[in-house]
T-cell receptor
Framework: GAVVSQHPSWVICKSGTSVKIECRSL??????MFWYRQFPKQSLMLMATSNEGSKATYEQGVEKDKFLINHASLTLSTLTVTSAHPEDSSFYIC????????????????FGPGTRLTVL | GIQVEQSPPDLILQEGANSTLRCNFSDSVNNLQWFHQNPWGQLINLFYIPSGTKQNGRLSATTVATERYSLLYISSSQTTDSGVYFCAVETSYDKVIFGPGTSLSVIP
């Protein structure tokens, strides 16, 4: 149980294009999903918290117009990197909390396999 | 904001050895998780442990919330244990902060 998928696994795009990354909870419903970014040999940095049916909450320093987040259903959140530039190249990872476990007091996060973005 | 530290930053073990990884945090937290990031980047949940002690096979973890630290024990290490181990804490503001990680290499 508690499986989170991400698509695509990796993507290469040209500078100036937009890239959409999907995060799905496959066997549970998630009212809250999180998006992280990880540079090589560094830790995970939280970019934003995505709540189903409402606007995402972005961390300080993360441009909301550049990193568009949509949490349209209880099993799907998307991150769109708009007008991508080489400095946006990174490993993007999503996570989700199981709604039923949260209601029981367990805020455990389950992570997707990540998406490696390379902007040329 | 809350600071999360992990030690040691790097660790090399001979297969079969035991090790203890430490996570210190600077303020009260609502919960704490330990993860193993494999070489392909996947984060694997090890423990959800806001307090107390848990064991799962060769791994166990202890969190002493009042003293703001958690320990991850790995016994009889195997080469497949190699990777980066992260602790992550959730603050009272519902923020999740990751520590810098411990990079573990287990050599045969």
């Amino acid at each position: 149980g508690a499986v989170v998928s991400q698509h695509p696994s990796w993507v290469i795009c040209k500078s100036g294009t937009s890239v959409k990354i999907e995060c799905r909870s496959l066997d549970f419903q998630a009212t809250t999903m999180f998006w992280y970014r990880q540079f090589p040999k560094q830790s995970l940095m939280l970019m934003a918290t995505s709540n189903e049916g409402s606007k995402a909450t972005y961390e300080q320093g993360v441009e909301k117009d550049k990193f568009l987040i949509n949490h349209a259903s209880l099993t799907l959140s998307t991150l769109t990197v708009t007008s991508a530039h080489p400095e946006d190249s990174s490993f993007y990872i999503c996570s989700a909390r199981d709604q039923r476990k949260v209601l029981a007091g367990y805020n455990e996060q389950f992570f997707g396999p990540g998406t490696r973005l390379t902007v040329l | 904001g809350i600071q999360v530290e992990q030690s040691p930053p790097d660790l090399i073990l001979q297969e079969g050895a035991n090790s203890t990884l430490r996570c210190n945090f600077s303020d009260s937290v609502n919960n704490l998780q330990w993860f193993h990031q494999n070489p392909w980047g996947q984060l694997i949940n090890l423990f959800y442990i806001p307090s107390g002690t848990k064991q799962n096979g060769r791994l166990s973890a202890t969190t002493v919330a009042t003293e703001r630290y958690s320990l991850l024990y790995i016994s009889s290490s195997q080469t497949t244990d190699s990777g980066v181990y992260f602790c992550a804490v959730e603050t009272s503001y519902d923020k999740v902060i990751f520590g810098p990680g411990t990079s573990l290499s287990v050599i045969p």
